[in-house]
């Protein structure tokens, strides 16, 4: 594994080579009802055990099995033997810090797409950018709402994990709109409208849900990505952006007065 120059650790390099041969399969099932559901691992990784207990009790209640590591080493070792499906990475670490750890896990070849969220006390633009454009796939900021964070973990999940059900190849219409989810494209009576990917994944996500109403928080978790980043103010006017090319069937998606929006009638 070709490390960044400005990270050079061997001996980390070493346990994440060698985790291909020695990793463990997640096979911590949940069973009920004749059906087995396999438990998503989730490794916390935070130099301070406050933060590292309240995480850890909040998701097992969400039933997640949850590895804490007070730095990064002990977490390249832990990774090695026992794949996560979820890593919480705190910044500020001794030894390895966030970034650092953030860059060897996306230059391995056998650990490159393991979802990585954030949790750090730097709360500047620079430092969210940052640790987005180094492969984090969500950034959440101390303090944290508990909700929030389990929501996130939730929301990469969904956007990450290969099994979930997905109806890609399903036509999603209402009136005259048509949305192709495998072609990420759209039709407004027979003619093709061209979407940007934020106004793509925001009418997929309305139409995937009709009747539902969706906060403007709901919508961020849902639909940011590697490459789809949004904050709070700009929900509004990519809505707006996306009635103007549903033309007629503007009014297809309903503003919630104080609460966000949605589709109904469809």
């Known amino acids: 594994m070709a490390l960044n120059s400005s990270c050079s650790l061997p001996e ?10 020695c990793m463990l399969n997640n096979v911590d099932l949940i069973k009920g009802g004749g059906i087995q559901f396999m438990k998503k691992k989730i490794f916390v990784i935070d130099d301070e055990k406050d933060i590292l207990e309240i995480v850890k009790i ?21 990774i090695s033997k026992n794949k996560p499906d979820l890593i919480v990475l705190d910044i500020m670490m001794q030894g390895i810090d966030g970034y650092d750890f953030c860059r060897m896990i996306r230059s391995s070849e056998h650990y490159k ?9 730097k709360s500047e633009e620079f430092d969210k950018v940052l640790g987005l454009e180094l492969g984090g796939d969500d950034y959440i900021t101390k303090p944290f709402g508990v909700k929030e964070m389990v929501s996130r973990v939730k929301a990469v999940l969904r956007r990450t994990d290969p099994t979930a059900e997905e109806s890609v190849d399903k036509v999603l219409s209402c009136k005259g709109i048509e949305l192709f989810p495998d072609k990420y494209s759209l039709k407004v009576d027979g ?8 106004e793509f994944e925001i009418l997929h996500l309305f139409m995937k849900y009709p009747e539902k109403v969706f906060t403007r928080d709901n919508i961020i978790d849902s639909i940011r ?42």
Not at 12 to 21: F, N, Q, V, Y
Not at 113 to 121: D, G, M
Not at 228 to 247: E, F, N, P, Q
């Open 225 to 266: 990505g590697d490459d789809v980043y949004v904050v709070d103010r700009t929900i509004d006017v990519h809505v707006m952006h996306l009635r103007k090319k549903l033309g007629k069937y503007k009014e297809m998606i309903s503003t919630f007065s104080g609460v966000g929006y949605g589709i109904k009638d469809m």
């Open 191 to 198: 003619k093709p409208v061209k979407l940007t990917r934020t």
């Open 12 to 21: 980390s390099e070493m346990l994440l080579t060698s985790g291909a041969t």
């Open 113 to 121: 797409t393991l979802p990585i969220i954030f949790l750090s006390a």
């Open 58 to 78: 909040n998701l097992e209640k969400e039933g997640f099995d949850v590895y804490c590591f007070l730095n990064g080493k002990e977490a390249l070792e832990g």
